[in-house]
C-alpha cells in the first residue's frame, strides 16, 4: 500500500459531524432514550467491603405496588470458576457474571446484590430496600500492602500463589539479557518505590441503558458504550438470548476514556425487560458509578536502572504491583509491557503481579497500566540522569529506541518516531523558553516520555453511494475520538469530493459487520483500512461502469476529482462522469453501488510521545499548579489535526488530575470516601495551561493513510513529567501520587532550597 | 410514597405560617443550590418545600440611610455583584458570595442559604462575620437580630427557632480608610469547597489599624470570630510580628478534623497563612478608600 500524499482533505481540520448536535444539546445520549410503557430499574448493592451472602429474600419487594420484576444472581447465567476461562476480548466470562450480580460473596462496597424494576425510580429504590440480604460479613483489604499480607482476607479462595491462598491472581514478566550482570556493568544504580492511587476515567455521563425485549424474544438495547458488539455479546452471554435476537443500538457517548468497554446494567436490565414484559430504563447515579464501576487500579511499582558513566543503560528492573480490585484482571500488561519500551536497555526484567482486594473491578483506563508504570520509570530515569549531570532529554536519546530494537515485550520495533518526539521536544520553544519569576512562587520543569502498545483487530464498513450521488458510511465502532470525522476526511480524499458530502455514521449490531470495541486507540487505524478498501471497491466499479458507457477497457479509465476521465487522450476524448452522473445511470447499469469490507485488520504500530512541564508552586499552602505544557507525539498521519491535538490536550489534563489531586479516599468501613465530583478532584478548565502540542508525523507503512492510534500515549508520561517538574521546583522528590496540597506541604517542612535551577 | 408540596407564597407572613406549621418536614428554598442537591441524593426527603423568592423583601438589596446595606436572604452572587455600590463598599463580601459554587450557580445561590445550610465551610459565611453582619430572622413570636456568628450551631445546623426564617443581612455603614477581603484555600482553582477560608475586615488611619474582624471557616464545626487575630492587628501597621501573631491566633483557633479534604496539621497552618494574604489584600483596599 502506498501512503497517500499530496492530500485535499486528509489533514485538513474539517468541521466535525457530530459537532452541531452537541453544542445544540440535540446529541441522543443513552439517558436521553424514552419508551411506551417504559419502566425503571434499580441495584441493591452491598453496604459491606466482603461478605458471604447466605441469603436472599425478595418477597417483600415484589409485593410492593408498583414493582414489576426483581432479579438476583440466580437469574443471570453462571460462568463456574472451575470450569476455567471463557474469554471475551480481555474479559473473562466467569468474573463478568459476578461482577454484574454478586454470587456467593460481595466483593465490594456497591457490589450488585438484586435489582427491581418498577414503575417509578422511588418505589424502585423503595423496593431495593425492602429485599432482605443475610450477610456473614468477612474480614476485608483494600490497599496492595494488607492485601499481600500472610494473614490478609482472601477474596477467592481456589486462587493459589507460591502453592498458598493469596490475593495475587496473575504474574507476567518480560525478559531481556540478564539483569545480574546488567547491573554489573552499571556505574550509577537508582531503585525508587513509588504508589499511586486509584484514580477513575471521570466520564461526565453516567452508565445508561433502556432495553426492550418483545414477547417474541426480540431484544432491544440503546446503551452508551464504547462497543456495542460487546454490549451485544457479554449481555447474550449473561443472559442466554442469542446475538442474532439482540440488537444493540449505541447512543453518543458521553466520555469513556476505557471506562465503557465493559457492561455493568444492559443484562440486569435486559433480565428486568423479559421478566416484567416491559421496558427497562436504568441511568446509574454519580455516587453509583464512582463506587461500582471501574476505575484504574491503585499501584505500587518498585523501579532499579543502572547506568554507566557516560550514560548508557545497562540494566532495569521494574516490579509493578496493581490493583484489580474484586476480580483479577487488573492492566498488569500496560505497567509491566510499556514502561521500558522507549528505550533500547540490554538486560531488563519488568514484571506485573495482579492483586485482587475489596473494591470495584478496574477497566480500562486510556494505555491501562502504562501510565503507573511509566510514571515510576520516568521518575528513576529523571533521577538518573540528574546523577549523570546529563540533560533529561540527552539521557533518552541516548538510550532511545528505535528501529531494530528488540522490545522487551516481544517486537522488534519497526521504523518507530521516538527519537524524533525527543528531539521535537528539545527543539521547543518551551523547552528553550527561561522559567520566569515566579513572583514568590518556586517554578520548574519536567520532562518525561511514554509508549503505548495500539491495536488493531476486527472492523467493518458498509460505503454506499446515494441515488444523489452523495456517500453513506456505516462503521462499527462508536466514535469517542474523532473517527467519524477522519473517515468523512478519508473517504472524500479517495473518492476526490467534498468531505461534506460524505456522511459517516455508526451501525447498530445488526446493520453493520462485527466490529470489536473502541479501545487501544485501534479505531482509526482499522476502521480507516476497511472503508479505504469499501471505497477502492466502489472506485474499481465506477471506472468499469464509465468503461462500459465510453465502450472502452476498464484500465483505461482513471478516478480523479469526483469524476472518472480517460486516463489519456489515447483511450479516448469523452466528458468527465461524474460521481453524480454514474449515481443516477446506476439502475440502468446494474445496481446500487456500494461495498463493504471485514477484515481482522494488522500492522498497528506502537506509539511514543515525550512531554515537557512546567509547574509552579505556593509553597505556602502547598498547591502546585501546572503553567506551561508541551505534549510531543508520533502520530503517524494526522488526518483530522484538531482532533488528533484534542486527543494530546485530553491525555494530558487527565494526568494533570491523576498527578496532583484525583484519588479514591476510603473510610475507616472501607467504603469510597469521595464518590463525587466535588471531592473526586478532577481538574477544571482554570487548572490548565493551554497545552501546546507538537505532532511529528511518522507515518505507519503498513496503513493506507500512515495511521497510527494517537488516544492514549498522551496519558502515559504526564504524572512523571509533573513529578519531576515538582522536583525541579523544590529540590524534593515525590514518591506517591497524588502530590495534593496537603503532602506537598507536609514534605515543605523540611528545608527549602532557594530556588529553581 | 411520601408527598412533596412545594408553596410560594408573596409574603412573610403566609411563609412563616407554612413553614412553621409544617414543623421538622419544611425547608426554606432560596436559591436551593444546597437543597436540591441534598434532596438528589437522598440525604434530605423534605415534605414541604417553602420558595421565598417570591418574597420581595427577600431578593432586595438595599442601601441604608447610614450608608449601610440590607440584603434580602435568597438575593443570588450574581444580583449582588451587578449592584452599582456593594462591591465597592463590602468587596471582601461580595467576593465569597461569588466564590460559592459555579457561575451557573451564582445565578440561584445565596448568602442567606449558604449560612441556613450551616457548613463550616460555606464561603460568605466569614466574610460575613468579619463584615459584622446582623441578620434579621422572622419567626412565628416576631422578628428579632442575630449576629451572623451566632447562627450556625454546628455542621448542618443553625440557632433558627423552629419556624424562623432568615430575612436579610444588615451590614453596618463603612468609616473612611475600611474595607475587606476574602480568601479561601481549595485544591483547584474554582467550583471547589474551601479547605480554609478567611475573612478580614479592617480600618485604618495613618497606616495603622484602628478596626478589625477575622473569621475564619472550615477550621471548626462552625465558622469562627477570631478575636484574639482582630487584636493582634488593632494597632499595627501590619507589620510582619503583628501578621504573625494574627496568623498564629487564627492557628490556635483552629479546631479542625482529618478528613477527605485536608489535614488537621494542614488546616492548621494554612489558617495563618490565609490571614497574612488576606489582611494585606484588605489593608491595600482600604488604603485606597
Known sequence: MNVVTNNKWIGQRTIRPDGMDKVTGRAQFAADTTMPGMIWGKILRSPHPHARIKSIDTSKAEKLPGVKAVVTSKDIVDFPIEKGAVMLGIQDMRWMCRNVMARDKALFPGHPIAAVAATTEAIAAEACNLIEVDYDVLPWAIEIDDALKPDAAILHEFNKFDGKPSNIVGRLEHKKGDIAEGFKQADIVIERTFTTRPVH?????????????????????????????????????????RQSDIRAIPAEIGGGFGGKTIVYLEPVATLLAKKSGRPVKMVMTREEVMRATGPTSGSKSTVKIGATKDG????????FYLQAGAFPGSPIRGAAGCSFAPYDIPNLLSEGFDVCSNRSKVAAYRAPGAPIGAYAVECVMDEVAEALKMDPLDFRLKNAAKQGTKAAHGPVFPRIGYIETVEAAKASPHYAAPLGDGNGKLRGRGVASGFWFNAGGESSAQVNITEDGNVVVTTGHPDIGGSRAGIANICAELLGIDYRRVSVIIGDTQTVGFSNLTGGSRVLFASSMVVTQSTEKIIQTLRERAAKIWEIDPEAVKWENGAAHPVSPNAGQFEPLTLEQLAEKAPAMGGPIGAGVQLNTQGADGGFGTHVCDVEVDVDLGIARVIRYTAVQDVGRAI?????????????????????????????????????????????????????????????????????????????????????????????????????????????????????? | MTELRYLAPDTLDEAIGAFAAAGSAARILAGGTDLL???????????????????????????????????????????????????????????????????????????????????????????????GAVVTVQGPNGRREMKVEDVPAGPGRTNLKPGEILVSF???????????????????TEMDIAVVGCGVSLTMNDGIVTAARVGLGAVAPTVLLVEDAAKALIGSKLDDAALARAASACSAACRPIDDKRGTIAYRTKVAGVLLKRTAAIAAKRAQGN
Open chain 1, 201 to 241: 476515567q471521570g466520564y461526565i455521563e453516567p452508565h445508561a441503558c433502556l432495553i426492550s425485549v418483545a414477547a417474541d424474544g426480540k431484544t432491544t438495547i440503546w446503551s452508551s458504550s464504547q462497543g456495542q458488539f460487546m454490549v451485544r455479546a457479554m449481555t447474550s452471554m449473561l443472559t442466554g438470548i
Open chain 1, 312 to 319: 548508557k543503560i545497562v540494566a532495569a528492573h521494574g516490579t
Open chain 1, 640 to 757: 483530522h489535526p484538531g482532533y488528533v491535538e484534542g486527543q494530546l490536550q485530553g491525555g494530558v489534563a487527565q494526568g494533570i488530575g491523576w498527578a496532583l489531586n484525583e484519588e479514591y479516599i476510603y473510610t475507616k468501613e472501607g467504603k469510597v470516601d469521595n464518590p463525587g465530583f466535588l471531592d473526586y478532584r478532577m481538574p477544571v478548565c482554570s487548572d490548565l495551561p493551554m497545552i501546546d502540542c507538537i505532532m511529528v508525523e511518522i507515518p505507519n507503512p503498513k496503513h493506507p493513510q500512515g495511521v497510527k492510534g494517537v488516544g492514549e500515549v498522551p496519558l502515559v508520561p504526564v504524572m512523571a513529567a509533573v513529578a519531576n517538574a515538582i522536583y525541579n521546583a523544590l529540590g524534593k522528590r515525590f514518591y506517591a501520587l497524588p502530590m495534593s496540597p496537603p503532602k506537598v506541604l507536609e514534605k515543605l517542612d523540611e528545608p527549602l532550597r532557594e530556588a529553581a535551577e
Open chain 2, 37 to 131: 442537591v441534598q434532596m438528589r441524593s437522598g440525604v434530605l426527603k423534605p415534605g414541604v418545600i417553602v420558595d421565598i423568592k417570591k418574597i420581595p423583601e427577600m431578593t432586595a438589596i438595599e442601601e441604608t440611610a447610614d450608608g449601610g446595606f440590607r440584603i434580602g436572604a435568597a438575593v443570588s452572587g450574581m444580583a449582588l455583584a451587578e449592584h452599582k455600590t456593594f462591591g465597592k463598599v463590602w468587596p471582601g463580601v461580595l467576593e465569597a458570595i461569588n466564590l460559592i459554587g459555579s457561575k451557573q450557580v451564582q445565578g440561584r445561590a445565596s448568602a442567606g442559604g449558604n449560612l441556613c445550610n450551616g457548613s463550616p465551610a460555606g464561603d460568605s459565611v466569614p466574610a460575613m462575620v468579619a463584615a
Open chain 2, 170 to 188: 444588615s451590614l453596618p455603614p463603612r468609616p473612611p480608610g475600611s474595607s475587606n477581603a476574602y480568601l479561601r484555600m481549595i485544591p483547584r
